[in-house]
Every structure is written in C-alpha cells, then in structure tokens.
C-alpha cells in the first residue's frame, strides 16, 4: 500500500488547544491522548478521549481543538478512506 495508512493532521490547520483558564488558575496539568476518527474528506468525525488527564477542562480542550482540524485522510490503494488516529496532548502551566 502507497501513502498514508492513517490520517494526518494538516499542518497550519491544526493549532494546539487553548490552556482553559479555569485549569491555568487551579494549576492542573495533565496529558490527554484523543483517538480521532477521520472521514474520507479529512474532517473529524468522532473524536474519543483515550486518555484522561484527570481534569475535565483539559479533556474538553483537546477534544475540541481537534473538532477543527484539517487531516490529510488516510490512503488505501491511493484512495481517499477513514481513518483513524491517536493525537497526545501535554498540558503544562508555562
């Protein structure tokens, strides 16, 4: 098989998630790992949190940054087909 076996995010059109305040002001950290299923298209479908980071701001952040990325979809045979593919998130106060 040529090409991706998954999908890719776009770089440019995939910005990191933003530090929730809420999270910032309580100091939590954490990291998140999402499992994003991608359409043929390259849009987000079904985003699954696979990894808790133990605060629901930071979970809800990388989830929703995710809802708005561009990926390159997963090839098959050079053709365009679902994917799917784990994206981690670190969350640290600068």
């Known amino acids: 098989a040529t090409g991706n076996s998954q999908p890719m995010p776009v770089a440019g059109q995939s910005p990191p998630p933003a530090y929730p305040s809420g ?3 309580r ?3 954490g990291s998140v790992v999402v499992r994003v299923d991608v359409d043929a298209t390259g849009y987000a479908n079904n ?3 696979i990894q808790r980071s133990g605060s ?3 979970d809800r952040a990388a989830t929703d ?8 979809p997963a090839l098959s045979n050079g053709q365009p087909v679902p994917g799917s593919i784990e994206v ?3 969350f ?3």
Request: net charge positive.
């Open 23 to 25: 999270a910032l002001r």
């Open 27 to 29: 100091g939590e950290s």
């Open 47 to 49: 985003i699954t949190v």
């Open 56 to 58: 629901r701001d930071l």
């Open 65 to 72: 940054a995710v809802r708005r990325w561009r990926f390159t």
């Open 88 to 90: 981690p998130f670190d």
């Open 92 to 94: 640290k106060p600068q």
